[in-house]
T-cell receptor
């Protein structure tokens, strides 16, 4: 079954804690993306990666970190430096390039305890 | 700052009517445009994409693109209550590499 898998579906973070959100795809896509969505808002780009071992900051990268060690995987760490992490986090992938049709995982909802 | 603008709505239409959703964008160099549907609490789902000026039809959906005026629209014919959702417009721009810029979405409500 081809697609993008995000886990966990719900995540709770304690004060001062780093948490990692998982994103795995088996679509053989080169490009992967992380977005944040706040209630009633559109999607804001956190980080993106066009190729393994390379990634770029998006519009709101502060307080987040990523790695891209495998084509299939693009985990996002929400660090303690992100003071307002409560949001819906969405991972997407695409073949990249000028068409850049992106498909999304089911999302992870992060809340602060 | 490259932007994508949408009316937040809600846009309310009766069942069976045509719903018209609009989006404007600032980057004249954009080449590809997308409409996503997002139900409450769910992730966005791709509805349509369009690259060329004019209309593109897929079932009850028609995407319209006018690059000279920098707008893209989505028409939904024979609207159904199940079409009630937020519709996100996205534009592909080239920065250091390609990325999508999303509008904040238009909420559509189809009344039975």
């Amino acid at each position: 079954d081809g697609g993008i898998t995000q886990s966990p579906k719900y995540l709770f973070r304690k004060e001062g804690q780093n948490v990692t959100l998982s994103c795995e795809q088996n679509l053989n896509h080169d490009a992967m993306y992380w977005y944040r969505q706040d209630p009633g808002q559109g999607l804001r780009l956190i980080y993106y990666s066009q190729i393994v071992n390379d990634f770029q900051k998006g519009d709101i990268a502060e307080g987040y970190s990523v790695s891209r060690e495998k084509k299939e995987s693009f985990p996002l760490t929400v660090t303690s430096a992100q003071k307002n992490p409560t949001a819906f986090y969405l991972c997407a992938s695409s073949i990249g390039g000028a068409s850049n049709i992106q498909y999304f995982g089911a999302g992870t909802r992060l809340s602060v305890l | 700052q490259k932007e994508v603008e949408q009316n937040s709505g809600p846009l309310s239409v009766p069942e069976g009517a045509i719903a018209s959703l609009n989006c404007t964008y600032s980057d004249r160099g954009s080449q590809s445009f997308f409409w996503y549907r997002q139900y409450s609490g769910k992730s966005p789902e791709l509805i349509m994409f369009i690259y060329s000026n004019g209309d593109k039809e897929d079932g009850r959906f028609t995407a319209q693109l006018n690059k000279a005026s920098q707008y893209v629209s989505l028409l939904i014919r024979d609207s159904q209550p199940s079409d009630s959702a937020t519709y996100l417009c996205a534009v592909n721009i080239r920065d250091s590499s390609y990325k999508l810029i999303f509008g904040s979405g238009t909420r559509l409500l189809v009344r039975p």
